[in-house]
């Protein structure tokens, strides 16, 4: 039997969030990832009783143009949710790092 391994970047949604303009931002910050850097916005929705639930978008600049991703999760989950974000690098990195080891 074979077990499929989900990537670090499948709890992520790619775009805009869905409901973004129902929310507050509630911090905005500079922050630097594998992908490259990114603005990071902690946004709460005002009219919810999901209180305990963290949304976060990431508007990043990489090598191969700019990307937004979202996420929607847990207080408790979102260090975890945030270390995998950490983990996922660019496909053309991957290659280079592949290509690098086998010409040493």
């Known amino acids: 039997m074979t077990e499929s ?9 790619y775009g ?5 303009t129902e ?3 509630r ?3 500079r922050v630097y990832l594998q992908l ?5 916005l902690e946004m709460t929705n005002v009219d919810s009783d999901r209180g305990d639930v963290v949304e976060l978008q990431y508007y990043i600049a990489t090598e191969l143009g700019p990307w937004a991703l979202w996420l929607s999760c847990p ?3 979102l260090a975890d949710a945030e270390a995998s974000l950490r983990e996922i ?6 290659d280079a790092k592949k ?6």
């Open 5 to 13: 391994i989900a990537s670090p970047g499948s709890r992520w949604r």
């Open 16 to 20: 805009i969030h869905p409901n973004v």
């Open 23 to 25: 929310m507050r931002i």
């Open 27 to 29: 911090s905005l910050g």
């Open 36 to 40: 490259g850097e990114a603005l990071r």
């Open 75 to 77: 207080r408790e989950d």
């Open 89 to 94: 690098t660019l496909p053309l990195a991957e």
């Open 99 to 104: 290509e690098s080891r086998r010409g040493a």
